[in-house]
């Protein structure tokens, strides 16, 4: 029995690996022009003339490469064989350099010509070194409506403790001001005429100063080297106000990002910019409410005061355009917000490629170390961006500073120092060839995130045949092989309008009574009885295939045999809505596999920042993490890292840096590796629960006992970076004050109980007796009552009868007398 069970499992791999093989012959079989040929995976082209081919009449003209290997002359001749193939020239290649007063050189290549045919992929080698002191240029753009005015007279004092902080990490730092407000127009700004004179009181120790008149964005000082000026310039800066919640930040956003020369920005530098602000943003749309509803264009609009001009012709920006900028100009963004704006912006940092979110204190003496903190995350970490074209995949590949380790695709490394150098292997691929000829030429860049220097590619995908081009000499107008009715072009005719067949020698568009031959030669086989695959008719021994009612479903192949609609669907779309039906079979897109396209096929979304795939839990199947479950524990989470039924797994996990850091207790202080602990954790006076925003977040409270058996409350939030990075961290919130138990006193809690006990039992005695003469009582009340109520007389028998009986008579009258 089980060798028959082996002989059928040999059978059936043999037939998948046949079915494999054909259905590429198949594929290629059915392209009738040098071009779809070329575009089709494996292919290649025979462009015999047809007057050489002789007895060739059935030849066919797409084999895949490894047939034309097998067959070669036999085939094609080797000369009129088209195969054009993947092909990269490299134009510059500067070696890696970080020289101080020299510009740096941090990615390697620097510009190529890359040519690329469709569906086959090509690799390339990019390397990157961290240049040593690369100047920073920071643009510190603040909210100055009424309520951020603590913020402001403490960020003035904290100008010079920024500088020589960053000043630490790179000696050529220069600091930037700029401050918002909103739009000056109801309702986003009161219109009465004193509120644009002053919409605001601000209050201090002795007296009461008007706030400034409002305003939309005013660019304040441009970036320099002068701390004293850019403290100075941060105290003057007017405070205003505005009416409704939310503050037209974006409005000044775009304009810091896309106003280069009115800013400073060095085309050789990292740019970063702080948002500081407590309240949201108004995005694209709001501008309605207040009958703007032009577009924001994305150019710079800045008058030479530095106000924006345009605040109210242009609606705010989009969060797409944002990004956008953001990545053409190279910004990375940190967002300063107070912990109840924490959430908000901590979603929109997710939607902007490059930036980043902190939380500030009321006294703003933690920004100093956000920013530092911010910008040694970008600088020890690079992230590989590019501006691909639509018909382009890429993917990246990379061991990090592991040289023997696996390659893995991911496109991020961190933990780098100056003088490391990583490669990545970039992977691209050309999805599609397009309608237009005019985007087969395409160009691109590949860069570091917040670097202003890149792999430039000149890149040409390969969509049509040399041949197939007028001035080739395998293009032949009024070919005397076509009957002079049309051209040859690489080997087969194109007819004329009005003529047909495969040397142009039928004229008419109408089915006639064909030949035995030209019948024959519209059939896929000897042995087949059908023509043209049931789906055309044969006309002049060529197949004219049917039309169907949606122009966008073909029949197509020499015998109509293929179609681009009847392939596997997924969620209703033909191959999933991820890939093209060629000849009935999927041809998925890049990054999707399976039979309807429905299944990514990479290991980036289960990967976790070091590196481990789904917490070593579960299993990557098509893109998602499939946790496992053992001994009555499944895990779940994107990276299988929770638990449902271990509530407490995290809690664990966490509780000695918490207990550590926050009270200087636990396993970790009396062993003195507090500084271990990677987690950054906020101390707080009460650890506030609310059911319904920790819902949203994700938080989870932890009371968790720890030493001399005090129990600590701390919170925290699972959390994972930038879309595609993956960086993964926790956000933790401890409580200052232990719950310590009071130490029990044994003598009172004896005499307590002996003394209760008595009393207790005492008690019970008293009620039971209480009770019991109120009942006494009532039943002897009860029984009075009724013996009072009761007749002892003498009754009539009822059945008695008396021995005579008296008839009175009705008609006597006793007065009547004789």
Known sequence: ??????????????????????????????????????????????????????????????VTREKFRR??????????????????????????????GRDPVQVQPQKIQLRLRRGVEYRLILRYSQAEDYPVDLYYLMDLSASMENYKNKLSELGSQLAEAMRNLTSNFRLGFGSFVDKVVLPMTSTHSDKLKSPCTLTNSTHSIPCAPPYGYKHQMSLTENVILFKTRVKEAPVSGNLDAPEGGFDAMLQAMVCTEEIGWRQVARHLIVFCTDAKSHIAGDGRLAGIIEPNDG????????????????????ISQINRKAREQNMNIIFAVPHAQETTYSQLSQSIRGSSIGTIEKDSQNVVALVSGEYEKLVNAVTMTDDAPRMIDVKYFSRCLEKTGELKE??????????????????????????????????????????????????????????????????????????????????????????HGRHCECEG?????????????????????????????????????????????????????????????????????????????????????????????????????????????GDCICGSCHCHEKDN??????????????????????????????????????????????????????????PVEDKESGARICRTPGDAGCTFIFKYVFRTGETGRNIQFFEITAQKERTCPTPINVLGVAVGVVVSTVILGSLILLVWKIVTMIHDKREFAKFERERALAKWDRGDNPLYKKATSTFKNPTFDETIKD
């Open 509 to 617: 568009n109408e089915v006639g009574a064909e030949s035995a031959a030209d019948m024959a030669e519209c059939k896929s086989s000897n042995e087949s009885a059908e023509i043209c695959t049931g789906h055309g008719a044969c006309k002049c021994g060529v197949c004219d295939c049917a039309k169907r009612s949606n122009p966008q479903e073909l029949f197509y192949g020499k015998y109509c045999e293929c179609d681009n609609f009847s392939c596997k669907r997924s969620e209703g779309q033909v191959c999933g809505g991820q890939g093209k039906c060629e000849c009935g079979v999927c041809n998925c897109f890049p990054g999707w596999g399976g039979e309807t396209c429905d299944c990514k096929e990479t290991n980036s979304t289960c990967m976790q920042s070091n590196g481990e795939i789904c917490s070593g839990r």
């Open 71 to 100: 067959e070669g002359d036999l085939w094609c001749p080797g000369s009129d064989v088209v195969d054009d193939v993947n092909s990269m020239v490299e134009l510059k290649n500067r070696s890696l350099s970080s020289t101080k």
């Open 633 to 690: 524990i499944r895990y779940s989470g994107q990276y299988c890292e929770e638990c449902p039924t271990c509530p407490d797994q995290r809690c664990e996990e966490l509780k000695d840096c918490v207990e550590c850091m926050a009270h200087n207790a636990g396993p970790l202080a009396e062993n003195g590796k507090c500084n271990q602990c990677p987690h950054q954790i906020k101390i707080v006076d009460v650890v506030e629960e609310d």
């Open 299 to 318: 150019l710079c609009h800045l008058d030479q005061n530095g106000y924006y001009t345009h605040s109210l012709l242009q609606d705010y920006p989009s």
């Open 1 to 62: 029995m089980a060798s028959w069970t082996f002989l059928i499992l040999c059978v059936q791999l043999f037939l998948l690996a046949l079915g494999e093989q054909q259905d590429p012959e198949s594929l290629c079989a059915s392209q009738q022009s040098c071009g779809t040929c070329l575009q089709t995976p494996r292919c290649v082209w025979c462009s015999t003339t047809v007057s050489d081919q002789g007895s060739k009449g059935r030849l066919v003209r797409c």
């Open 410 to 499: 991911r496109r991020e490394c961190g933990g780098l120092r100056v003088g490391d150098v990583v490669e990545f292997e970039v992977a691209l691929k050309a999805v599609e060839c397009p309608a237009d000829s005019g985007e087969w030429q395409q160009s691109m860049q590949i860069k570091p995130r917040g670097i202003n220097e890149s792999l430039a590619i000149d890149l040409s995908i390969i969509c049509d045949c040399p041949c197939e081009r007028p001035g080739h000499r395998g293009y032949k107008p009024e070919s005397e092989g076509c009957r002079g009715n049309g051209a040859l072009i690489c080997g087969v005719c194109s007819c004329d309008d009005g003529f």
